[in-house]
């Protein structure tokens, strides 16, 4: 990677004002600091978690910075008098190299009052934003336009792995996201029959009335019966789908010959248990299959890291799942959430979408894009996309549709990989 176009901007003590999402904090300090650098966390009494998280990590970057400085404010984030005095306080312990202030995270007031008592105290101070919309690093200027640098994919390539931990998440023991698709030729089988929504139906209700009558746990309908009890399920009838060809087909895919299914046949074709083999049924086959079409877009769109399954465990009680995400894939630093579902209900596809738009956000900040693959039909998808579309992203004043969501329904299902390259290039137009 190059950050060559940086290279004058850079700063030997960066003063980060911190928001609720660090990643921008992230990104600047990779992008701004030289090799031994020192960052400052000018951070409040709600955001104290995310700079100590942000002070940790910094501290491993390839780069070799300097422990990270604490700047606490407390309660004062619209208080000039104790802004000033924090960041004066730092200030005057700095006996040379070049300062800078990167304001990206922080409030309106803490912008304002960091940029007086920088300035007075060194008015050649490098002083810059990470302008979400556009992806580009801003340095302003006393004596001249903005400067605007696009910051490309090459630039900066972070796992996301590292996403997550910048937010302090971690994965549920023992469920580390997957980064190949299981049982690829299959996943792409069944979402062929799923083009006709009728067959796709068929297949729903099969999983409601045949797979989860007998493979869910009695006591809680919510989870699937523990390993040992789905070893003495033998094999589960497909009378209500032997008369379509299409399905029984596909089946075959999974080592299907006759007219019942053998979960223990399916594991037996590269699934880690029976409860993944009831799940991939049920439902995460799509996962895999987008991941797959995720993994066949051209190099030249440089997706950096992609995944599925990311279960983030409760740091309250990790034994428990705070919550669950279903695809991601990143370029450079920004980050693209899909949520997917087989149910074609627009109620149902609409609720995903929420929950996927907001994790999305918490993760990403304003450079995250969120996409919902599902099963609804082309009408349904126009009317969802629009309805999200106006609740979360209205058009701009020019009248151009932004396109940080997208929706993409069973009609675009087997040319899933170039209707996501078009999205990924259209938030690439968007941000010029």
Partial sequence: MSTSEFDKYKVDHLFLLIGENPLPNYVAARLLLNQGG???????TGTEKPAKHLQTILSNEPIGLKTAQLVPLNDGEADAYQIQKAIRS???TINDGKIGLNYTGGTKAMSVHAYRAVFSKEPDTVFSYLDPRRLEMCIDRENGDRIRIKVKPEMLEIKLAKVFEIHGWRWQEKSDPIDKPELPDAAKAFAEFHKNGDLGQLWRDWCNEVLRKAAKD???????????KLTEISTLSLEKLKSKENIMSTLSHLGVAGEDLSLHAIKDKGIKSLESACKWLDGEWLEHYVLQQVQEIPEDLSIYDSATSFWIRNPIDPKNTKFQFDVAFIRGYQLFAISCTTIARKSDCKSKLFEAY?????LGGDEARVALVCCASEKDV???ETEIVNVFNPAPESGKRNHKIAVFGRDDLMDLASRIAEWIKQNDKDAR
């Fill in 38 to 44: 020192t960052p400052y966390l000018v951070y409040t």
């Fill in 382 to 384: 126009n009317a969802l």
């Fill in 358 to 362: 907001i994790r999305a956000r918490q």
């Fill in 218 to 228: 009695e006591k809680d309908k919510n989870k699937w019966k523990k390993e040992t």
């Fill in 90 to 92: 730092k200030l005057e």
